[in-house]
């Protein structure tokens, strides 16, 4: 583990009160120690099948050394979070985050995103991308509505089958999130403001839940709500037949739209994305 080194950018203002607010402490990682601490972590986050850690020591020391970045949160001397990502297309405007995760909650994903958003601006980059399990409730709660990031493409099967203790042998369908860092709603939501959009009146439902499983409804309006399972991870284990009838429910509903051109622009309470044509 290592300090930023004198003359680097510093994460801003609210990049600081963020890690203050959740008791850590993020550092820039270029260490082979820091990077087996980050190993660990992830290894004790996701329970990933032999070989197939989310992201292995040796790229994260390439991809430090390259000038990406890689970075810890640190509780006392124990890291409760890290964060990997990289630079993407077009040059000199994109930093792609490969993955983020935090094994305590309390605001350190949130505080470890506003890290990654203050190192890119200093590098003059003005958005971040990452990819996403649009069944995640939470994780499409935080994403749209904790940081202001929309989601721009779907993404069906992008990794393949996942074994991991999260995943369960799940089809990785993904979405696309793009967080253009000095947009309006995403300056409000890094100042503790969430986007919150109102539902337009004139809303239909084109997918929903019943009995815990999905039903289609119309997807013919300018405006459709897709609803998301409330606890996707619990069902894999619980009901795999209704799991994976949400991820081809949701891949045809929200995928087919999102491929029509239409945009998603919220994500409501009641965990529905809100998708206007």
């Known amino acids: 583990m290592t300090d930023r080194p ?20 993020i550092v820039e990682l270029s260490e082979l120690s820091g990077f087996e601490e980050v190993h660990r972590l992830f290894d004790d986050i996701w329970h990933p099948g032999l070989g197939d850690p989310p992201i292995s020591v040796e790229m994260m020391r390439a991809l ?57 601006l200093d590098r003059g980059l003005d958005r971040i991308t990452w990819t996403y399990d649009p069944l995640v409730r939470r994780n499409a709660h935080f994403n749209m509505v904790k940081l202001g990031a929309r989601p ?16 369960t042998g799940d089809e990785s ?34 997918l929903a839940e019943r ?15 897709v609803a ?16 994976l009838a949400w991820r081809h429910a949701v891949r045809d509903v929200l995928g087919g739209l999102m491929r029509e051109g239409a945009r998603v ?4 309470g009641e965990g529905h994305y809100i998708v206007e044509r």
């Open 6 to 25: 004198a003359g680097s950018p510093r994460s801003d203002e609210h990049a600081e009160a963020a890690a203050e607010a959740a008791g850590v402490r």
């Open 64 to 120: 430090s050394h390259a000038g990406n970045y890689v970075a810890g949160a640190y509780q006392g001397g124990r890291m409760v979070g890290a964060s990997v990502a990289f630079f993407g297309a077009p040059p000199g405007q994109v930093l792609h985050s490969h993955v983020t995760g935090a094994s305590v909650g309390r605001g350190i994903g949130f505080a470890l995103k506003l890290h990654q958003r203050a190192w890119a």
């Open 152 to 167: 721009e493409e779907y993404l069906p099967s992008f990794y393949g089958v996942m074994e991991d203790a999260i995943n």
């Open 173 to 206: 369908d993904r979405v696309l999130a793009v967080w253009r860092l000095s947009e309006p709603r995403v300056s409000a939501a890094v100042r503790g403001e969430p986007y919150r959009p109102q539902v337009p009146p004139d809303a239909v439902t084109a």
């Open 211 to 225: 009995d815990g499983r999905p039903v289609a409804g119309r997807g013919d309006a300018r405006v459709a709500l």
């Open 228 to 243: 998301v399972p409330s606890d996707i991870e619990t069902l894999r284990r619980a009901d795999p037949g209704a799991a």
């Open 265 to 268: 622009t919220g994500f409501t």
